[in-house]
């Protein structure tokens, strides 16, 4: 909410409110980040506003993006900066990015902001070291010769375990290398390359088990389609049941002894038709 549409906003309530009343409520009203922005933004290029800038940013790191060009050319008020934001190292002057305490200071607090750091200092031993102590994954952003490093990638790895897929290929089928590494951080077995991926004894480390493959037998298969309903026949309820009991007489040892129902049915006489007798002559 801008001062403008909230002075206006009171204006039509109350006109004797004093001007100084209306500043203090608007920069209640406003977000404490904003009010950040704004407070360090007013300041002047001069080393007179130093202890006040620097008061600011000891608190609110990220402030050093709006602090006025002259300190974000200064190191003391850069170090304190990055000792509470690290990534603030994109918005400092390139003289500053190649400094080395500014460097250290930022890559102590975020290890992800060694992607900020000029080319030398992410072939810094030290310095890419202090940077995957404090996050693995920024191993991806380190020289490729430190990539090749089993000391630096076991560091990035006790970190997060995910940073072996930031490693050397050379690294990923080390077996001498993995059956140390694997130990503290199993999850990077799916990282490992396939040609060692199923060692039995790196198996062993990561999973704390034998590792057995499983036999096609033992797979879980897909559930067979049910059968489709058989079709419901169009024949007479007595002919069905003279095929079962058809089928009965054929399974059972008797069979030549048994008679078929339909070639040994008897007539049905027809009681409806009257008996006529001939009378005799």
């Known amino acids: 909410l801008s001062f403008r549409s909230f002075a206006g906003c009171i204006s039509g309530f109350t006109e004797d409110v004093p001007s100084r009343v209306k500043l ?15 407070r360090i933004s007013c300041y002047r290029n001069d080393n007179r506003d130093k202890g006040e800038v620097l008061r600011i940013i000891t608190d609110y790191g990220w402030a050093i993006r709006y602090a006025p060009p002259l300190f974000r050319n200064s190191e003391e008020v850069c170090v304190a900066a990055m000792k ?38 992410r072939n810094r031993r030290d310095i890419v070291k202090q940077a995957v102590q404090n996050a693995g994954l920024a191993l991806e952003f380190a020289h490729p010769d430190l990539k090749k490093d089993q000391s630096i990638v076991y560091y990035a790895m006790q970190k997060d375990a995910r940073a072996l897929q930031c490693a050397d290929e050379s690294l990923k089928s080390n077996r001498t290398f993995l ?20 060692d039995p004894e790196l198996v062993k480390i990561a999973l704390g088990q034998e590792y057995r493959p499983v036999s096609p037998k033992e797979r879980p298969s897909s559930p067979k389609p049910a059968a489709p309903p058989k079709p419901r026949s169009r024949r007479s309820r007595r ?7 058809r089928r009965r007489l054929s399974r059972s040892p008797d069979t030549k002894s048994a008679r078929d129902p339909v070639k040994h049915a008897v007539p049905v006489e027809n009681s409806l038709e009257p008996t006529t007798t001939i009378p005799e002559q």
């Open 24 to 38: 203090a409520m608007a920069a209640a009203l406003q977000e404490p980040d904003q009010r950040i922005i704004e």
């Open 84 to 121: 509470t934001y690290g990534l603030g190292l994109e918005f400092l002057s390139p003289a500053m990015r190649e400094n080395e305490k500014v460097v250290k200071a930022a890559v102590s607090h975020c290890g992800m902001a060694l992607i900020f750091a000029p080319a030398e200092f």
């Open 239 to 245: 002919a069905l049941l003279l095929d079962e009991r």
């Open 179 to 198: 059956l140390k590494a694997l130990a503290n951080c199993p999850q990077a077995l799916d990282f490992v390359d396939i040609s060692v991926r199923f």
